[in-house]
């Protein structure tokens, strides 16, 4: 029993946790995409731009002495989401606006939007150096333990306040997003400019304010996003630079431009990452005595070691590929 | 006053331009039908009215202003509305939503609308919910012609609406377009099948090289003989 708790510790709560901030960076990854039609590589770093912008934030709070039940970085989390939200709008008036009125093919915007990576980054250091910030110095990391009464059960199930709030946050954004985008007239005009953009102008849809509509999501969905790794780890500048390759395996999974194939991109991606490098075997001590004498558990029985995590995406995105040219929800071929 | 009056339009899309001088009137009652060879900018002279090619020359006028360069957003409020040839359905969402997004440009209440065009295309309200992209060639054409006409538009400019479709559904859509015009709508449209769309035109043109070379009633271009021989297929 003991090993089964270690597995829900080890998969099913890491793989939720990981799954969400995919999921959330993979949203914006594919809305950008379906309305602009290019590969938005400065993703992760507008994640890791709103997480340093909550930790500012917090980091005010904090110098006034407030001292609450829950990490200030959740009070401060709607502010953050609506500043990164201009801050992508402002990205976009000052890089890709400019290119896409120059008529510019989408892997110009790409090389561009490698440019505001490492502009982002830049400034990052810049402003903050290259260390690791911890949105946990004030407080420790609230930490519920969940006993199991079953058997003979020693160990809890055990996760961190963040964890919880990032998985609720995850889920609340999924319906509101979803509400947003089969109810309102402006999410079916999204939906409907990355259909086909040119009917969307042809309807009279005012295309740019969508282009706006849509940064601002994508704004302040990489600002929660980018938080919640940040809670969930440490925040450094590189911090979502390193996932942005996992991120887009979730958006091209999905199926490039499908809001909801995002997020089940991002969450099979996030529990196959966290199935990958788990230690089977452990699972299989129990059962010791069931096997023939000859047969021996290996120590290891993790199907990749933990450095190449990444290596996990990028199976999945072939394999999806091959079965699946659009992705699992039928995204854009191109 | 026409409803709208092309006044020797010159426009392409940078380069030489592929519109020389096209002159047009219809008025509000007209069935306006552009006919020629391939090449002579029928499309192209849909699309300048519509803002989406550069007009460097002539003046359009609808609704007593030059609207020559305006763009789709602007011009949908004012009345005008446009069914391309291609493309024209969203195919990944419902034949309801595509009719929506027709009528976004509407502040005020639009079921009233919607229940006309689905009284007009009855199959339409049937599969209201289902993605149009499922639909048929013929049933997708309706969806693009509903969701054009959704916005209340005075000027209905079709892009050879018949294109493609079998030879049932070429003469429902016919049916259709008389219908709309008869509740009040000018139409404009390019047509392949010109013989059969002159029939019930009030107004032909027939463009050559990005000109006018004839002018008149349908029954006149089709009892011309020269247009009839060098358009028409003898």
Known sequence: ?334 | MALIELKHVVGGYGGAPILNGVNMAIEKSDIGVIVGPNGAGKSTTLKAIFGLLRVTGGTIEFGGENVANSLPDRLVPRGLSFVPQEKNVFTSMSVEENLEMGAFTRKDDFSETMQWVYEMFPVLAEKRRQPAGELSGGQRQMVAMGRALMSQPKLLMLDEPSAGLSPRYVLEIFEQIVKVNAAGVGILMVEQNAKQALGFASKGFVLASGQNSFTGTGKELLDDPEVAKSFLGG
């Open chain 1, 1 to 334: 029993m003991n090993e089964f708790i270690f597995f829900i510790n080890n998969v099913v709560v890491s793989g939720l946790v990981l799954g969400s901030v995919y999921a959330l960076g993979g949203i914006g990854i594919t809305l950008v995409f379906g309305i602009l039609r290019f590969a938005h590589f400065a993703h992760g770093d507008m994640m890791t731009m709103g997480a340093f912008v909550t930790f500012l934030l917090a980091a005010m709070l904090t110098a006034t002495g407030i001292v609450l039940p829950i990490p200030l970085a959740i009070i401060v989390l709607p502010f953050a989401m609506l500043i990164t939200a201009g801050l992508a709008l402002g990205i976009d008036r000052g890089f890709y606006q400019p290119l896409r009125a120059r008529g510019a093919r989408p892997v110009t915007l790409l090389i561009g939007s490698i440019g505001v990576t490492l502009i982002i980054q830049g400034l990052i250091r810049l402003v903050f150096g290259t260390g690791t910030y911890s949105f946990f110095d004030e407080a420790p990391k609230v930490l519920y333990r969940v006993p199991v009464p079953l058997f003979d059960a020693q160990r809890t199930i055990n996760f961190t306040q963040p964890q919880v709030l990032m998985v609720f946050a995850t889920i609340l954004v999924v319906v509101v997003l979803h509400l947003f985008l089969t109810r309102s007239k402006f999410g079916k005009a999204m939906r409907a400019m990355a259909d086909n953009a040119d009917l969307a102008q042809v309807s009279g849809i005012n295309t740019k304010l969508v282009i706006r509509v849509t940064w601002i999501i994508a704004g302040s969905l990489a600002c929660l996003a980018g938080t919640m790794l940040a809670l969930d780890v440490t925040l450094k500048p590189d911090l979502a630079f390193n996932i942005v390759l996992p991120l887009f395996a979730a958006a091209i999974v999905g199926g490039l431009g499908q809001a909801y194939g995002a997020i089940a991109g991002g969450f099979l991606i996030g529990f196959a990452e966290v199935c990958a490098v788990f230690n089977w075997a452990i699972l299989l001590r129990p059962f010791k005595d069931r096997f023939p004498e000859w047969f021996e558990i290996p120590n290891n029985l993790a199907i990749v070691p933990t450095e190449y995590k990444l290596t996990v995406a990028f199976v999945i995105l072939v394999i999806t590929l091959l079965v699946r040219p659009t992705g699992i929800f039928k995204g854009a071929s191109s």
